[in-house]
């Protein structure tokens, strides 16, 4: 392929209609259409009426195959030491650090239970305990993520987590044997090698042979994305996760040719990624544009970065830190790299971003495989309200209340009264039943 001009948004902080111009660019419908949500919902029904027949029968129509039993449809323990062992030598030397990098780092999110004696003796407190049940999904086939498997799997081991099932589809019978020894490393003794809606149909609701969990986590196509919206309430979702996206913010001293493979590294997900540069100084964003130009051809999923590029990339020019900041905070981006000098100065004035790259060696990409927080993060300015995934994900916090006699009889009359002024009689008599007469 020969170089050619990638045409990328060029926008300018300063200038009139900047934030309409950025609203546009930044939008991105990722509600389903009728005909998904209307296939999801059949998916979904037969799975729950049917069970596995039903996941049979959907597994041999999307993902081409030819089974009659789940059995064909489920790897165990034995076969999953066995890819582990079979790997090549630097595979299974980088799957072990990265594992060992990421228990490490999830295991300093525990959160303990506690709690504390008021002194008339009443207790109060917080019980922390694990989920009982978690499903894992992870794609498959060619766009096979073990990384995914250990960013899932690992936060749910160290939460204490006593089951975890795993799901991942085959098509044409294609096993990606990495993500198998991935699974086996993270401690999944049975993978079930189903994918899209009716995987998740059956982890919500279970069926003879797929055990139902009680919460779903993992990355999936608009189908997944749609079902696990759907079995919300049944159980628990980490997440409908948006296109990949990563923003730069880049005071002019870095490499260009870095910052443009950066770039390329979002883009390269899929068309809809998003990747931004934010810098201070024009012609540093000349030179990025023209290091794309230059190293495009070199990459082998060029046409999907071109597209990602010229459809939703951006080149934005800030007049200094303060306004580089209120636009990363105002684009609350999955992944924020500062590529500046004194870059922990900077990250304190962060408020909204999935995960904060500081400095000119960090690159995302070893975020998402080996640098220990997890890759599994919110996109699409969701990060305003939400967090990567965490061992706290799989955790859930009951209160503990104990009252003492003189405790009970003196919050009893607090209680009395307030309940009284919402027209709850039974309420207040229930407290007023433990308050003590007077001596």
Same mark, same amino acid.
Not at 47 to 57: F, K, M, N, T
Not at 380 to 396: C, E, I, W
């Given at each position: 392929?020969?170089?050619?001009?990638?045409?990328?948004?060029?926008? =300018?902080?300063?200038?009139?209609?900047?934030?309409?111009?950025?609203?546009?660019?930044? $939008?991105?419908?990722?509600?389903?259409?009728?005909?998904?949500?209307?296939?999801?919902?059949?998916?979904?029904?037969? @799975?729950?009426?049917?069970? #596995?027949?039903?996941?049979?029968?959907?597994?041999?129509?999307?993902?081409?195959?030819?089974?009659?039993?789940?059995?064909?449809? %489920?790897? +165990?323990?034995?076969?999953?030491?066995?890819?582990?062992? $079979?790997?090549?030598?630097?595979?299974?030397?980088?799957?072990?650090?990265?594992?060992?990098?990421?228990?490490?780092?999830?295991?300093?999110?525990?959160?303990?239970?506690?709690?504390?004696?008021?002194?008339? *003796?009443? !207790? /109060?407190?917080?019980?922390?305990?694990?989920?009982?049940?978690? +499903?894992?999904?992870?794609?498959?086939?060619?766009?096979?993520?073990?990384?995914?498997?250990?960013?899932?799997?690992?936060?749910?081991?160290?939460? +204490?987590?006593?089951?975890?099932?795993?799901?991942?589809?085959?098509? =044409?019978?294609?096993?990606?044997?990495?993500?198998?020894?991935?699974?086996?490393?993270?401690?999944?003794?049975?993978?079930?090698?189903?994918?899209?809606?009716?995987?998740?149909?059956? !982890?919500?609701?279970?069926?003879?042979?797929?055990?139902?969990?009680?919460?779903?986590?993992?990355?999936?196509?608009?189908?997944?994305?749609?079902?696990?919206?759907?079995?919300?309430?049944?159980?628990? @979702? #980490?997440?409908?996760?948006?296109?990949?996206?990563?923003?730069?913010?880049? =005071?002019?001293?870095?490499?260009?040719?870095?910052?443009?493979?950066? /770039? &390329?590294?979002?883009?390269?997900?899929?068309?809809?990624?998003?990747?931004?540069?934010?810098?201070? =100084?024009?012609?540093?964003?000349?030179?990025?544009?023209?290091?794309?130009?230059?190293?495009?051809?070199?990459?082998?999923?060029?046409?999907?970065?071109?597209?990602?590029?010229? $459809?939703? +990339?951006?080149?934005?020019?800030?007049?200094?830190?303060?306004?580089?900041?209120?636009?990363?905070?105002?684009?609350?981006?999955?992944?924020?790299?500062?590529?500046?000098?004194?870059?922990?100065?900077?990250?304190?004035?962060?408020?909204?971003?999935?995960?904060?790259?500081?400095?000119?060696?960090?690159?995302?990409?070893?975020?998402?495989?080996?640098?220990?927080?997890?890759?599994?993060?919110?996109?699409?300015?969701?990060?305003? &309200?939400?967090?990567?995934? *965490?061992?706290? #994900? &799989?955790?859930?916090?009951?209160?503990?209340?104990?009252?003492?006699?003189?405790?009970?009889?003196?919050?009893?009359?607090?209680?009395?009264?307030?309940?009284?002024?919402?027209? /709850? %009689?039974?309420?207040?008599?229930?407290?007023?039943?433990?308050?003590?007469?007077?001596?």
């Amino acid at each position: 392929m020969s170089s050619q001009a990638v045409k990328i948004t060029r926008l =300018d902080a300063s200038a009139e209609g900047f934030q309409e111009q950025l609203d546009r660019m930044l $939008s991105w419908d990722g509600v389903s259409d009728a005909s998904v949500v209307h296939t999801v919902t059949e998916v979904i029904e037969n @799975i729950r009426a049917r069970g #596995d027949d039903a996941l049979i029968e959907y597994s041999n129509c999307f993902d081409r195959l030819s089974v009659d039993s789940m059995d064909q449809l %489920t790897i +165990g323990a034995e076969r999953l030491q066995q890819a582990l062992d $079979s790997l090549p030598e630097d595979q299974r030397a980088a799957l072990d650090i990265a594992a060992q990098r990421i228990r490490d780092y999830h295991q300093r999110q525990v959160q303990e239970s506690w709690q504390y004696r008021e002194a008339d *003796g009443t !207790l /109060l407190g917080q019980q922390v305990t694990p989920l009982d049940r978690v +499903g894992v999904y992870v794609p498959g086939g060619k766009a096979a993520y073990p990384s995914s498997v250990l960013m899932n799997v690992i936060p749910a081991k160290v939460a +204490g987590v006593a089951k975890i099932i795993m799901v991942v589809p085959t098509p =044409d019978g294609e096993v990606n044997e990495l993500v198998l020894a991935a699974a086996c490393l993270a401690g999944i003794d049975t993978v079930f090698t189903v994918g899209g809606a009716q995987a998740i149909a059956a !982890l919500a609701y279970g069926t003879q042979t797929v055990p139902g969990v009680d919460k779903i986590v993992g990355p999936g196509n608009i189908y997944v994305a749609t079902a696990k919206r759907m079995v919300f309430g049944q159980v628990g @979702i #980490d997440m409908i996760a948006g296109p990949s996206e990563i923003l730069v913010v880049c =005071d002019g001293q870095s490499n260009p040719d870095w910052i443009a493979m950066d /770039l &390329f590294s979002q883009a390269e997900h899929d068309e809809d990624a998003q990747s931004i540069l934010v810098s201070t =100084d024009e012609l540093f964003l000349q030179r990025v544009q023209h290091s794309i130009e230059k190293l495009l051809p070199t990459m082998e999923r060029a046409d999907i970065i071109r597209t990602s590029l010229e $459809s939703r +990339g951006i080149l934005i020019k800030v007049t200094g830190r303060e306004q580089a900041l209120e636009v990363a905070n105002r684009i609350a981006p999955e992944h924020l790299e500062l590529s500046v000098e004194d870059p922990e100065s900077w990250a304190k004035d962060v408020r909204h971003a999935g995960a904060i790259f500081m400095g000119r060696y960090t690159a995302e990409a070893l975020g998402d495989y080996c640098a220990g927080p997890n890759h599994v993060l919110p996109t699409s300015s969701t990060a305003r &309200f939400s967090s990567p995934l *965490g061992v706290y #994900d &799989f955790q859930k916090r009951s209160s503990l209340i104990m009252f003492s006699a003189d405790g009970a009889s003196e919050m009893g009359k607090v209680a009395s009264v307030l309940a009284r002024g919402e027209g /709850l %009689t039974a309420h207040a008599r229930s407290a007023e039943y433990r308050i003590l007469s007077d001596k």
